[in-house]
């Protein structure tokens, strides 16, 4: 793998909660804009800029493209993470793991027994919880990518035995 390939989120399902906070911001400045005097509470001011708030993260998050897995000659990059060296892993292993009341996808890379890695406050976490500490998430993702996912991994991890 000579070039960087990088996959992203693929956020498409939550556009009801767009559309819903952007019909409570309409609501609420009309209702300031039918009695002016609302704008001097300090409740209408919280919820306008509650709302203003939620709608720039929306922006964010919709806009900008979020990194889930970056593949390359020296590793694979999960999200925000270090980047992991193709000789530290050994295999991968999907899971179905509970967070918050649902069963979610993952890809848990499988790596050597003490690793020299710099793990950051979110992998330490998720390997308590069962994701483990290099997983991949299969939510929020075209199922094209899944497949390029899991042939990339296979083909490097297979090439490295």
Known sequence: MNKKLVFYYHFRKNYYWLVLNILALLFLLGCIICQ???MFWWQTQTLVLLFIC???MWCYKYLMKQKLVEFDKHGVKID????LSWEDVTGIEHRQVKCWFKTLSVITLLTKKNIDYPYNFMQKRCEEIGFGAFSIPLYDVKKEDIAKIYKLLSDNIEERK
């Open 54 to 56: 939620t709608l720039l």
């Open 36 to 38: 002016p005097a609302l």
């Open 80 to 83: 925000h993470n270090q980047i």
